[in-house]
Nanobody, 124 residues
Framework: AVQVEESGGGSVQTGGSLRLSCSAFGFTFGDADMAWYRQAPGNECELVSSIASYGIEYYTDSVKGRFTISRDNAKNTVYLQMNSLKPEDAAVYYC??????????????????WGQGTQVTVSP
């Protein structure tokens, strides 16, 4: 069975940094595209960043220059380094796996595999 598990969330002040980690098993990790989504209370869930199996990265405009996605295929892990955090970055962050290369859809779409989420809180 596919397992996706996030870690690394927490509370920081504005301007601080956090690194999220996501470990995934049950498929060939190196062949899978991986992504981070987030959802804040009252907001729609959004795709924050993704990294293709061959390394191409995507970032939503609001995090460009502040967040960096990376992957370590030997550890079946994808990371999201978040710097210069702002209160508007506060959300539950979800890791998603796309081992079949079908693309990214709305949060929790059954085309992909999802973790349970990790909370990020940013205080002013």
């Amino acid at each position: 069975a596919v397992q996706v598990e996030e870690s690394g969330g927490g509370s920081v002040q504005t301007g601080g940094s956090l690194r999220l980690s996501c470990s995934a098993f049950g498929f060939t990790f190196g062949d899978a595209d991986m992504a981070w989504y987030r959802q804040a209370p009252g907001n729609e869930c959004e795709l924050v960043s993704s990294i293709a199996s061959y390394g191409i990265e995507y970032y939503t405009d609001s995090v460009k220059g502040r967040f960096t996605i990376s992957r370590d295929n030997a550890k079946n892990t994808v990371y999201l380094q978040m710097n210069s955090l702002k209160p508007e970055d506060a959300a539950v962050y979800y890791c998603a796996a796309d081992p079949r290369g079908v693309g990214w859809y709305e949060c929790f779409d059954t085309h992909n595999h999802w973790g349970q989420g990790t909370q990020v809180t940013v205080s002013p």
